[in-house]
């Protein structure tokens, strides 16, 4: 192979190469682009989740409400709660003790 060839072929390959790289780049902002609006679209559903049940007024009342936040870093928090001090049911102890002699082969059987 000449080196005229050789350089053509790389260039070819170079040009290939940036091509598929500028493709995955348009690719990955379009799901960047998917993944944002889907994240949105959960906080909605996640702020409506929490609003209170009324036995009053339409259902898709509050479904019909249009969540703006301020900005996109905004994100709207709950008051805090008490928590409640509940003891560790899962909290066992045991005192293993470590046993010195030869075992008796009756007690295995």
Known sequence: MSLE???EALTKR???ISYLNQELKDQNK???RQLKEAMKQKQK????DSLPKSGQGDEGEAESH?????S??????RPRCERRSTPNL???RFNIQVFEGEPDPKELA
């Not at 559903?45 to 409506?48: E, G």
């Not at 996109?72 to 928090?77: A, I, L, N, T």
Request: proline share 4%; hydrophobic share 35%; aromatic share 22%.
């Open 5 to 7: 060839k050789g350089f």
């Open 14 to 16: 170079y040009q290939f």
């Open 30 to 32: 379009y799901l960047r």
């Open 45 to 48: 559903q996640k702020v409506l």
């Open 66 to 70: 249009d969540f703006k936040l301020a």
């Open 72 to 77: 996109e870093g905004d994100v709207p928090r």
């Open 90 to 92: 899962n909290d066992f």
